[in-house]
T-cell receptor
Framework: KAGVTQTPRYLIKTRGQQVTLSCSPI?????VSWYQQTPGQGLQFLFE???????NKGNFPGRFSGRQFSNSRSEMNVSTLELGDSALYLC????????????FGPGTRLTVT | AQSVTQLDSHVSVSEGTPVLLRCNYS??????LFWYVQHPNKGLQLLLK??????LVKGINGFEAEFKKSETSFHLTKPSAHMSDAAEYFC?????????????FGAGTRLAVHP
């Protein structure tokens, strides 16, 4: 099976712009989670989607949003970008039943200038 | 609130010597604990997990970890380090009761392996 894929892998944006990141989970996985990784704050949970519904949300401002499509693919959007949004954004998927471990994608490296 | 503390930000070992990466957790209930590894420019890979079964957990690539409730620890060990083990390691706790996907990560330990 193909692993979790994320596009694009690298992105450079200007402060004030918005950005959309995409994640395709492993085939058959219905749950997708997003994490932000920065040198200062480490890895932090953003949100989780299951069957097109947001099930959990971390402590991030409303500028961070997401959605999940019927094929389980997910997108994450960040509006009004700030310099502090520069980070590696990781997506993870799991089948969605029971306490299965999560499978992570390679991440999207976002740089805000 | 649940949290994890990785006691060393950097660990350096020689190839062929044992590895010990230390992790303490804080949890009100029996936690689910994990160790993940991240190689440069790669995503996170699950090494092993503890979910209230055996306290000694064996993972991939020769790694294992022991859950010690009395010490609230979940240290990661490997008898003999390999050059390919050089990476960043994260100790992770999953909150009990709902939010199965809401993982709480430690700050990470960067492991260097010298010839």
């Amino acid at each position: 099976k193909a692993g979790v894929t994320q596009t694009p892998r690298y992105l450079i944006k200007t402060r004030g712009q918005q950005v959309t990141l995409s994640c395709s989970p492993i085939s058959g996985h219905r749950s997708v989670s997003w994490y932000q990784q920065t040198p200062g704050q480490g890895l932090q949970f953003l949100f989780e989607y299951f069957s097109e519904t947001q099930r959990n949300k971390g402590n991030f401002p409303g500028r961070f949003s997401g959605r999940q499509f019927s094929n389980s693919r997910s997108e994450m959007n960040v509006s009004t970008l700030e310099l502090g949004d520069s980070a590696l954004y990781l997506c993870a998927s799991r089948p969605g039943q029971g306490e299965n471990e999560q499978y992570f994608g390679p991440g999207t490296r976002l740089t805000v200038t | 609130a649940q949290s994890v503390t990785q006691l060393d930000s950097h660990v350096s070992v020689s190839e062929g010597t044992p590895v010990l990466l230390r992790c303490n957790y804080s949890s009100s209930y029996s936690p689910s604990l994990f160790w993940y590894v991240q190689h440069p420019n790669k995503g996170l890979q699950l090494l092993l997990k503890y979910t209230s079964a055996a306290t000694l957990v064996k993972g991939i690539n020769g790694f294992e970890a022991e859950f010690k409730k009395s010490e609230t620890s979940f240290h990661l060990t490997k008898p003999s380090a390999h050059m390919s083990d050089a990476a960043e390691y994260f100790c992770v706790v999953r909150p009990s009761g709902g939010g199965y996907n809401k993982l709480i990560f430690g700050a990470g330990t960067r492991l260097a392996v010298h010839p």
